[in-house]
């Protein structure tokens, strides 16, 4: 029988496989960073040594956790040099590197079978591209995701330990330090506004009284360029005991489960308080009184001590009939009560609501919006991406925000006088007041030249939201001016209320049963 063999076009035979390779390290000891530089070394030579395959690059990242895939930057760009066309393979020393937990691993797999290009993960000697079935893949992958809980638990053991021989301290800045060399160090220039904090509120003022007063002084920090002072961040730093030298650490934690998220402390897991950790920036005595001052005025959540009926007014509207809610007193209570109910019951059923459960479901909103800020970041990066493509900026608009830039910088180079006594209080108010002037009038120009449309307010909405959650603790009280400027409107149905935000996002809560 004759022999027949198959000779390949010209084509054929001079395409070469575009190999990539993809390593990662996920701790900065010394001998994993030489792992990571032996990676780098051997699938750089590895690929290059082969005559039928082409190096594509090589994707490392360093130093970063490698349990959620959008974490990792050089990760993110293999997947997008997939999708563009510019590599045919992938080379993985082990599916641990490649992923460390199941649904990343799996859905990542599938996405490159989907563009014909397969992974091969050397220490398990499994190639996607051969491979029958996803259940192997399936079952290394959940090791791989018990390896990254096992280094998780790891982790928090070594922490405790360092928490319980007192070596250990948030690196967390926070108004008045910087995180250096491991421990928390004063910064001069903010000790005197923390120091204003305490005094201020040992001699009579409220949160809020002082609060509005940095944003009438337009009292900026480094890690205040942007936003508004709130109550609840002024009452952060009067129970926070750092300012006293001392640290309670374990506060948040996170469960050994998936996803790895971080959750408040309520007595779930040990807390340590270390005294004398770093230097104070308040003394004892004065902390000491604050406290007892705070827990004077701290009295159980009641709308009386609240009295938030000027910020509900106008705010409610009934989802049956649509007509708006009016104050009401009922029982001994401030109440609200639908309009048409309120003629008659017979045209309107919705049924009566006290202040204290309106107040209660907006402190529930805000709460949960806080501890999933994500959904806004992403919402904006969305909205700000749709605006780049939907509009093109005109000179003269890019010319106005300019000018508003360049006035901003110079209130920010006021405060910052200011904050360090070297201009008075005189001067600082009259110069910010010129500089807000021609602000104002700078973005009523601008607003001249700009036809409101949705994806800006929505953008703006979105930003403010931020602002008013950026470095804020949970809400414990009703305050009316952050429920002003974070709710355009309720919709009160009888068993639930909806909540429209100032970037038009709309959040339900449940009404507690009557």
């Not at 397969?118 to 259940?135: A, L, R, W, Y």
């Not at 709130?230 to 650490?249: H, P, T």
């Not at 007193?329 to 309106?358: Q, R």
Request: charged share 25%; net charge positive.
């Amino acid at each position: 029988m004759p022999q027949v063999k198959v000779i390949q076009p010209l084509s054929e035979q001079s395409k070469k496989l575009r190999v990539a390779a993809y390593a990662r390290v996920s701790s900065d000891s010394a001998d994993q960073l030489n792992s990571f530089a032996t990676q780098v070394d051997y699938y750089t030579g590895y690929i290059q040594s082969k005559d039928e395959w082409e190096f594509a690059g090589l994707y490392a990242d360093e130093a970063i956790s490698g349990i959620t895939a959008d974490k990792r930057s050089d990760f993110q760009r293999l997947l997008a040099d997939c999708h563009a066309g510019k590599i045919d393979r992938i080379l993985v020393k082990s599916i641990s590197r490649f992923a460390r937990n199941t649904l990343d691993c799996i859905q990542t797999v599938r996405e490159l079978k989907r563009l014909n290009i397969p992974v091969e993960f050397e220490k398990e000697n499994i190639d996607t591209g051969s491979m029958g079935s996803e259940m192997l893949l399936s079952i290394l992958g959940a090791a791989a995701q018990e390896e990254s809980l096992s280094i998780s638990k790891n982790l928090k053991w070594s922490y405790r330990r360092r928490m319980k021989s007192g070596d250990f301290i948030t690196s967390k800045d926070l108004l008045g330090y910087s995180f250096t060399n491991n421990t928390l160090v004063p910064i001069p220039e903010e000790i005197p506004i923390v120091e204003y904090v305490f005094n201020s509120y040992l001699v009579g003022k409220s949160p809020e009284e002082i609060a509005d007063e940095f944003n009438r002084e337009h009292i900026k920090t480094d890690k205040r360029q942007s936003g508004r002072w709130q109550a609840s961040l002024i009452r952060y730093i009067l129970s926070n005991e750092k300012y006293i030298g001392d640290s309670l650490v374990q506060k948040y934690y996170t469960p050994d489960e998936f996803p790895l998220r971080e959750k408040r402390n309520k007595g779930e897991i040990s807390q340590y308080y270390i005294q004398n950790s770093h230097p104070a920036i308040i003394t004892r005595e004065v902390f000491d009184s604050v406290q007892e001052l705070l827990k004077k005025r701290r009295t159980p959540y009641t709308m009386k001590n609240r009295a938030p009926r000027a910020a509900l007014s106008n705010m409610m509207q009934c989802g049956g009939c649509g007509s708006n809610f009016h104050k009401h007193h009922h029982n001994g209570k401030n109440s609200w009560l639908c309009a048409l109910h309120k003629k008659d019951k017979d045209l309107c059923a919705m049924s009566i609501l006290t202040e204290d459960e309106v107040c209660s479901a907006f402190l529930s909103v805000y709460n949960k919006l806080l501890d999933n800020m994500d959904i806004l970041k992403t919402m904006l990066c969305q909205m700000i991406e749709l605006q780049a493509k939907a509009i093109h900026i005109r000179p003269e608009i890019a010319s106005l925000n300019n000018k508003i830039s360049e006035l901003v910088k110079q209130n920010h180079s006021l405060a910052r006088l200011r904050t360090k006594a070297c201009i008075d209080s005189a001067i600082f108010i009259e110069r910010s007041n010129r500089n807000n002037q021609k602000i104002e009038e700078l973005r009523r120009a601008l607003q001249q030249l700009q036809e409101p449309d949705e994806i800006s307010n929505t953008i703006e909405g979105t930003r403010l939201l931020l602002d008013l959650l950026k470095g804020v603790k949970p809400m414990l009280e009703f305050e009316s001016s952050v429920f002003q400027s974070m709710v355009k409107q309720i919709t009160v149905y009888q068993e639930k209320f909806c909540f429209q935000l100032a970037n038009g996002l709309i959040l339900e809560e449940r009404r507690a049963p009557s």
